[in-house]
């Protein structure tokens, strides 16, 4: 009697065995199932934040090289402006020079000086005007170069606060599918072995 409740219980037990070793099975392949679809999702996600980082820094990048061109564009001016004050005095110079060697006194000293500083006033007014345009026009590049790369900046950080609250929200979503997923499983194979019971 004894030998025969021990053989019942190793028979439930072996019995018990398989189902358990099944359940584990199929429950695990659909939990690697919804694990590979969270991972395929989420090297989506980082790829897609690494493609914005990359924008934003090859924005930066091209905002920069724009800045500093300018900026050597107008060292260039300024160097050339120079060159041509210098090569003026030299021949403002020369020309005093060639005068004072014909002794021509038609011009008086003063009046000479004078015309000089009038010729220097001109000009000067006439380069601030002809710079005024060239100026606001760097300025407004500028701002709108700032302006563009802090809408970037904006767009981007937007885009992914609101992804992040879809994520929440999805989820929760692929939770509860995947419960309903494993629930669909384990009533499929309750199902089928109460209709291989009643056969």
């Given amino acids: 009697m004894a030998q025969k409740k021990i053989e019942t ?8 065995i398989p189902a358990a070793k099944e359940s584990i099975a199929t429950g695990s392949f659909v939990n690697t199932f919804w694990d590979q679809f969270e991972q395929s999702r989420e090297r989506a996600l980082k790829l897609r934040e690494n493609r ?19 900026k050597s564009i107008g060292k260039l001016y300024e160097q050339t402006k ?19 060697e014909l002794k021509d006194e038609a011009i008086p000293s003063n009046d000479r000086e004078e015309l000089k500083i009038q010729l220097k006033e001109v000009s000067g007014q006439l380069e601030k005007l002809a710079l005024t345009p060239l100026k606001s026009i760097i300025n407004m590049v500028d ?6 790369e802090k809408n970037a900046e904006s767009n981007v950080a937007y885009a992914r606060g609101r992804r992040n609250a879809w994520f929440r929200v999805r989820k929760e979503y692929v939770k ?10 384990n009533r499929g194979k309750s199902g089928l072995k109460e209709l291989v019971k009643t056969q």
């Avoid at 120079?82 to 004072?100: P, R, S, V, Y």
């Avoid at 701002?143 to 563009?148: A, G, K, P, R, T």
């Fill in 9 to 16: 219980v190793l028979a439930a037990d072996e019995s018990m």
């Fill in 52 to 70: 914005e980082d990359a924008y934003i820094n090859a924005l930066r990048e091209f905002i920069k090289f724009n800045k500093q061109y300018r």
């Fill in 82 to 100: 120079k060159t041509n004050k210098d090569m003026i005095t030299e021949l403002m110079h020369q020309f005093n020079a060639g005068k004072d």
């Fill in 143 to 148: 701002q709108l170069e700032d302006n563009i």
């Fill in 176 to 185: 509860l599918a995947r419960n309903t997923h494993l629930n669909l499983v």
